[in-house]
């Protein structure tokens, strides 16, 4: 695992979920994706901002 | 040998002094130290006219009686809205006296405010002057400070009450800051060089930190002018992290409140904004959460209702086809009803046979011929009398 992603990365991938969510023709498979990453970097986020560091390893699996 | 006593020796210096220094006198000088003895009420002051280095040009004691220093310490405040303290330039008019046991001192009788102001008005345009040709008095301003701000590396002094006061709004937020102290003097004649050396080591640690915050404070009017100094004010203005300044006086701002990227009047100013900002981008999250959400719930409902429309389009297709066809049906058991020549026989008509075949017309009858002539209910055999045919048949 690459080092911690910082918070204005996090910050890009979400808007781009967003955006690409707020689109007219959402495939309903990719949704369920996009929504578990959206999900994980929001929970990241409140974690780092808490301080709490442990927390953060486990909520980022895959990045 | 020739000798005089040392009481005699202090008596000759007193009277050389008393003719060749005309006195009192104005004299312009930097408080090095200052100390008022709270029973009596005398204020003990050691002068020095610095020298540009570490050591001074010239240093002598000075003091101010107790009447002489509380109206001068008030007159001085009611202009400049300071204390006499650390590190001002001040313009003091001295009586020089020797004392035989305590030696040479200056009297402090008056002072003039205007000096003080004069000169800290003038070091601060002539470092802005500089900063500005040398083209740096920017640099820190833009610098953007980051979204956010979590990891801070703050200069000031650990007993200062600012800091406490710093430290106590930063703990009572819900988020979690790193702050580091790197410590320094925050007034004095020192103050501008140890400021700077703090600043140079954490640019030397950057890449740990997120910003630099400056403060000091905790309600005591002491002076500015070690942040109007030009060597610190270099030093920050190339500083590579953010500073925010929460230097404490709102009479006016120092030059390094303007060379630094974001300003505070005082040092919990500091620490609310840096909790804000933090609230901000937490208050981002949620909306996200939120938009989240929706969209998920928008999608879901998009595509429950395409299914639905989907599903009742199958089902009035299958409905219609299935009444096509019934009624298809019924036409044709309708006509194969219609058609059943016993339909005919019961609405009275009657079919005539002759020897094995239906007669359809009367052009093969002759009278004398037999027939057969089916009912509905029966037959009956005839012998046909007459035959006539219509007119327009011919």
Redesign the interface.
Known sequence: MAEKMSYGEAMQELEAILSRLRGVDVDIDTLAVDVKRATELIAYCRQRLAGVEEEVEKILQND | MEHITLSELARRIKLSLSEGVPLPVWVSAEIGEIKVNRTSGHCYMELVESGGGSVPKAKISAVAWRTQYSAMAAHFRSVTGSDLSVGLSVLFRVVVTFHELYGLSLQVVDIEPAYTLGEQERQRRETIERLTKEGVIDMNRSLSL???V?RVAVISSAQAAGYRDFMEHIAAS?????ITLFEALMQGLQAADSVAAALAEVADRADEFDAVVVIRGGGSQSDLSCFNSYELCYVAAQMPLPIITGIGHDKDTSVMDLVACVEQKTPTAVADFLVDR?RE??G??AQ??V??SQ??AD??AR?RSEIASREEMLSMAVTHLFERRRDALLRAEMLVAASDPRSLLSRGYAIVRREGGVVLSARVLRSGSKVEILFADGRVTATIDDVKLNVDTE
């Open positions: 980051p979204m956010v979590q819900p988020y979690g800051f790193r933090m981008f937490d981002w999250l996200a959460e938009q989240l969209r998920v999608v879901v595509s």
